[in-house]
């Protein structure tokens, strides 16, 4: 996409290609169910506050962490190599929704407090899942964002629960999700009185099984010429393979993304869940640094326009 010569990434366009009445006149129509997530005048951008991180600003926000917290170990190496190399939030999950029953499903209780335990030696804030509408008390006890899971994203009872306490929401786009569920899933957020919401891109389900699941970078791309709301992307999970994860996640930042979730341990080949798809701390940080002409980039590109947004409210 090119502007009068210039590189544009698509989370600067305002309002879409056909500016915010193209975006009224076209989008609102065909999501006429989801009309509070999508763009409007005077609501360009939904910034989600979490902690001292700003979700959906001029900061691109990257989360890392394990699939699983496995242990005290594993999960305060993996906070503090993931902090150092620029994350800002711990990923990690204590409840683990698996493709097969007889996988580890996660420690509980016991993984929420290791979770509490790296927040507190690293300041970094903690993204983990809740997979049923009564571990959502004890998980927010604990989160700073609570994740909705791919096969959690149509559970409307989960939703408004989580909705309910007030933390920012993670809502990752179900696997079998189309654009108009996925948004309808984070109306559902919405209407329980909460706004934080950050939709998440994790890959879906095609008739091509060469990877785990099919990355759909356009989705990234039109989410954030519809949605107000912060879009991230899931390579790890999009993809399966762990060579697969750098590229997925440059093209992520070049779709428009405003922060990646990657799964990183310090033992991939021995991780309890996703060992596959899952960063070594070398390869996270070659990752980090393949990243950065991308989200210079991006930067290069916000003064353009808080300047267009200026002209916007004066004019
Ligand atoms: C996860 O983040 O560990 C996870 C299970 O993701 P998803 O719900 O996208 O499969
Ligand atoms: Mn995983």
């Known amino acids: 996409m090119s502007s009068g010569g210039t590189l544009i990434l698509p989370r600067f366009v305002a309002g879409g290609e056909n500016g915010a009445d193209g975006?009224?006149?076209?989008?609102?129509?065909?999501?006429?169910?989801?009309?509070?997530?999508?763009?409007?005048?005077?609501?360009?951008?939904?910034?989600?506050?979490?902690?001292?991180?700003?979700?959906?600003?001029?900061?691109?926000?990257?989360?890392?962490?394990?699939?699983?917290?496995?242990?005290?170990?594993?999960?305060?190496?993996?906070?503090?190599?993931?902090?150092?190399?620029?994350?800002?939030?711990?990923?990690?999950?204590?409840?683990?929704?698996?493709?097969?029953?007889?996988?580890?499903?996660?420690?509980?209780?016991?993984?929420?407090?290791?979770?509490?335990?790296?927040?507190?030696?690293?300041?970094?804030?903690?993204?983990?899942?809740?997979?049923?509408?009564?571990?959502?008390?004890?998980?927010?006890?604990?989160?700073?964002?609570?994740?909705?899971?791919?096969?959690?994203?149509?559970?409307?009872?989960?939703?408004?629960?989580?909705?309910?306490?007030?933390?920012?929401?993670?809502?990752?786009?179900?696997?079998?999700?189309?654009?108009?569920?996925?948004?309808?899933?984070?109306?559902?957020?919405?209407?329980?009185?909460?706004?934080n919401v950050i939709l998440c891109e994790r890959g879906i389900r095609t008739f091509d099984t060469a990877l785990r699941n099919t990355f759909d970078a356009a989705a990234i791309a039109l989410l954030k010429q519809i949605s107000h709301l912060p879009v991230i992307a899931d390579p790890s999970h999009a993809c399966g393979h762990?060579?697969?994860?750098?590229?997925?996640?440059?093209?992520?930042?070049?779709a428009g993304a405003d922060g990646l979730i990657v799964e990183v341990h310090p033992n991939p080949d021995k991780a309890w869940s996703d060992a596959e798809q899952t960063l070594s701390f070398a390869e996270f940080d070659d990752m980090m640094a393949s990243l950065d002409p991308y989200i210079a980039l991006r930067a290069a590109q916000i003064p353009a326009l808080n300047r267009a947004r200026a002209m916007e409210s004066v004019g």
């Open 242 to 254: 762990r060579e697969m994860v750098p590229p997925l996640s440059r093209i992520a930042v070049a």
């Open 23 to 195: 975006v009224q006149s076209k989008w609102h129509d065909r999501f006429a169910e989801t009309p509070d997530v999508l763009k409007g005048p005077g609501h360009e951008q939904t910034i989600v506050p979490v902690l001292d991180i700003e979700i959906g600003g001029d900061e691109f926000v990257t989360m890392a962490g394990p699939c699983s917290v496995e242990t005290e170990f594993q999960l305060m190496a993996t906070a503090h190599h993931v902090r150092r190399a620029g994350a800002r939030i711990l990923r990690g999950g204590a409840f683990k929704p698996r493709s097969s029953p007889y996988s580890f499903q996660g420690l509980g209780l016991e993984g929420l407090k290791m979770l509490a335990h790296a927040r507190q030696e690293t300041g970094l804030a903690i993204v983990t899942e809740a997979m049923s509408e009564c571990d959502v008390p004890l998980v927010a006890d604990y989160a700073d964002i609570l994740q909705i899971g791919s096969r959690s994203m149509e559970n409307y009872s989960l939703l408004e629960a989580a909705a309910r306490t007030g933390k920012p929401i993670l809502l990752k786009r179900g696997m079998v999700a189309t654009i108009e569920d996925f948004l309808r899933a984070a109306q559902v957020v919405l209407d329980n009185g909460n706004a």
